[in-house]
């Protein structure tokens, strides 16, 4: 944070005062961890009116306690330099799996260290809204009309039947393996995730075989509030399959994306040559 240039000072001793205080200049900032907020130290002694030093007890007893200057403050956080989890591995001389103070894109983000206590231990970010907004569903039903949209889109009530293909499933996430140089997401790991029902789901994919109308019900949602992180915008999703249909809702400045895929049978995956990436919060 910048200092302020200017500030109005306030308690000062009156003209006739025997004794001051007087302070030297703030010391460097000095950090015992990164991330963490600094201190900075100066010198502080009581004089008399001509500059001599005395004991500090003339002004203490001589003026009042608001009016004895800070000898300590706090000053900016130290960015942690790490970049990546063999990095802390090695530097920090830990083998503690947990969360970590990482460099990325020049600022300080939570990292999930996994596995360090091996030779090549992996990045993970861990998703504070967890697995009831991080979640990839193959919707399991289709219409038996496959050419209608009922109910307005809703697949409530629908008159569907039991669709039997073998990719139907649903994966919630509380964690996403990240690769931190390139802040790309490997959707295919499934470390820190629940299976809901049926098969594995990759992260920010869904799809359907419900209907061939524009009417998608496989579900996804990416919500990385409290991260730190977002969703670049250069990402984006194509349909994959027979009819596909990708219906797409980006909030909280890519935060957050909402995904309804569907078709006959069809899928939406993201982009096959950019991938899923992430970057860093301008603010």
Same mark, same amino acid.
């Given at each position: 944070?910048?200092?302020?240039?200017?500030?109005?000072?306030?308690?000062?001793?009156?003209?006739?005062?025997?004794?001051?205080?007087?302070?030297?200049?703030?010391?460097?900032?000095?950090?015992?961890?990164?991330?963490?907020?600094?201190?900075?130290?100066?010198?502080?002694?009581?004089?008399?009116?001509?500059?001599?030093?005395?004991?500090?007890?003339?002004?203490?007893?001589?003026?009042?306690?608001?009016?004895?200057?800070?000898?300590?403050?706090?000053?900016?956080?130290?960015?942690?330099?790490?970049?990546?989890?063999?990095?802390?591995?090695?530097?920090?001389?830990?083998?503690?799996?947990?969360?970590?103070?990482?460099?990325?894109?020049?600022?300080?983000? #939570? !990292?999930?260290?996994?596995?360090?206590?091996? *030779?090549?231990?992996?990045?993970?970010?861990?998703? +504070?809204? &967890? $697995? =009831?907004?991080?979640?990839?569903?193959?919707?399991?039903?289709?219409?038996?009309?496959?050419?209608?949209?009922?109910?307005?889109?809703?697949?409530?009530?629908?008159?569907?039947?039991?669709?039997?293909?073998?990719?139907?499933?649903?994966?919630?996430?509380?964690?996403?393996?990240?690769?931190?140089?390139?802040? #790309? !997401?490997?959707?295919?790991?499934?470390?820190? *995730?629940?299976?809901?029902?049926?098969?594995?789901? +990759?992260? &920010? $994919? =869904?799809?359907?075989?419900?209907?061939?109308?524009?009417?998608?019900?496989?579900?996804?949602?990416?919500?990385?509030?409290?991260?730190?992180?977002?969703?670049?915008?250069?990402?984006?999703?194509?349909?994959?399959?027979?009819?596909?249909?990708?219906?797409?809702?980006?909030?909280?400045?890519?935060?957050?994306?909402?995904?309804?895929?569907?078709?006959?049978?069809? *899928?939406?995956?993201?982009?096959?040559?950019?991938?899923?990436?992430?970057?860093?919060?301008?603010?």
């Amino acid at each position: 944070e910048r200092p302020t240039e200017v500030q109005t000072c306030q308690n000062l001793p009156g003209c006739d005062a025997q004794f001051v205080w007087a302070v030297g200049t703030w010391s460097e900032c000095s950090w015992a961890v990164c991330g963490k907020k600094g201190r900075q130290k100066r010198s502080l002694h009581c004089q008399d009116r001509e500059g001599n030093r005395v004991r500090k007890k003339m002004c203490k007893n001589g003026l009042p306690k608001k009016m004895k200057p800070k000898r300590k403050r706090k000053c900016a956080k130290k960015l942690c330099g790490y970049h990546s989890c063999l990095d802390i591995q090695q530097r920090a001389n830990t083998t503690s799996d947990g969360e970590y103070q990482m460099m990325l894109g020049g600022k300080n983000v #939570s !990292i999930f260290c996994h596995q360090m206590n091996t *030779t090549w231990p992996k990045e993970f970010l861990t998703l +504070p809204t &967890g $697995e =009831a907004e991080n979640y990839s569903e193959m919707y399991g039903m289709r219409l038996k009309a496959a050419d209608t949209c009922p109910n307005n889109g809703s697949r409530e009530n629908c008159p569907c039947v039991e669709d039997e293909s073998p990719r139907v499933g649903m994966t919630a996430w509380n964690k996403i393996n990240l690769n931190v140089t390139s802040l #790309s !997401i490997n959707p295919y790991d499934f470390t820190f *995730t629940q299976q809901l029902h049926g098969m594995v789901v +990759p992260y &920010g $994919e =869904a799809g359907d075989c419900y209907s061939m109308a524009n009417c998608p019900q496989g579900k996804f949602s990416i919500n990385l509030t409290g991260t730190g992180l977002r969703v670049a915008p250069f990402s984006g999703w194509i349909g994959v399959g027979n009819k596909p249909s990708v219906w797409l809702q980006r909030i909280q400045e890519n935060q957050i994306v909402y995904g309804k895929c569907g078709g006959y049978c069809g *899928t939406c995956e993201p982009d096959h040559y950019r991938g899923l990436k992430l970057d860093v919060l301008p603010y």
